[in-house]
């Protein structure tokens, strides 16, 4: 899990560059799926992937915010939009062993598209709401960034502890959490609060990511099926 990136709330936009900001956003994370998705497939068929443990644990966040503090320094160049491509090919690879392991069940593709499925709804509905609801939003990006590292701590702690019982709990609150995230995340382009479509890619495809990846993980926990 990586926090989702909080920006200042506010500033001046026209709506002709919110638009603009919101059309980009949109197709540059739908663009972003696709060496997710390849990075995937290669991880899943190579077994290409970080190690396990803990020194794959912080070897994985060193390459995550490496990049992410790459694409914040990119994202007013060319070279912003490849840099942010090739993290989320890093992302797609680092699913693979959770797809490893979900393939493992017998109705692991089933799986897989329930998560999918769950997480497509989840985004539908969060940014309708943000883009159509009155109400304003700003003031939960710090109770998020506080509750988002609060449960990364807590992550990071059950590595060690092995805690069933709290990995469950955990993974129900990321998908509570970065479902908020999404809220905010997408209000904050619509109404102008973000005007870098990089960034604004960025922060939604983090919420997004971990949305999945928790809803895989409850999935398999809940409805894998080893016969």
Not at 19 to 25: A, D, E, F, H, M
Not at 84 to 102: E, I, N, Q, S, V
Not at 139 to 159: E, K, R, Y
Request: charged share 10%; hydrophobic share 55%.
């Amino acid at each position: 899990m990586i926090p989702s990136l909080q920006k200042p709330y506010g500033g001046v936009a026209t709506q002709a560059s919110r638009n603009r900001v919101i059309r980009n956003t949109y197709w540059l994370l739908a663009l972003s799926m696709i060496p997710t998705v390849f990075g995937a497939y290669l991880g899943v068929t190579t077994g290409l992937f970080m190690p396990r443990g803990v020194m794959g644990l912080l070897l994985f966040f060193a390459v995550a915010f490496g990049f992410i503090f790459a694409i914040e320094k990119t994202k007013n160049s060319a070279a912003g939009i490849p840099v942010l491509l090739g993290f989320t090919f890093f992302m797609g690879l680092m699913l693979a062993p959770l797809l490893r392991h979900t393939l493992g069940f017998a109705n692991g593709p089933a799986l897989i598209m329930g998560a999918f499925a769950g997480t497509s709804a989840v985004f539908g509905v969060m940014a309708t709401i943000a883009t159509v609801s009155k109400r304003d939003f700003s003031g939960m990006g710090s109770w998020l960034f506080a509750g988002t590292i609060v449960v990364l701590l807590a992550m990071v702690a059950n590595v060690f502890l092995q805690i069933p019982a709290l990995h469950l709990a955990l993974l129900v609150m990321v998908v509570g959490i970065f479902s908020a995230w999404l809220l905010f995340d997408v209000q904050r382009v619509v109404n102008g609060g973000e005007t870098n479509y990089i960034s604004a890619t960025l922060s939604i495809y983090l919420d997004i990511y971990n949305i999945f990846t928790a809803l895989l993980q409850l999935l398999g926990i809940g409805f894998g099926n080893r016969d």
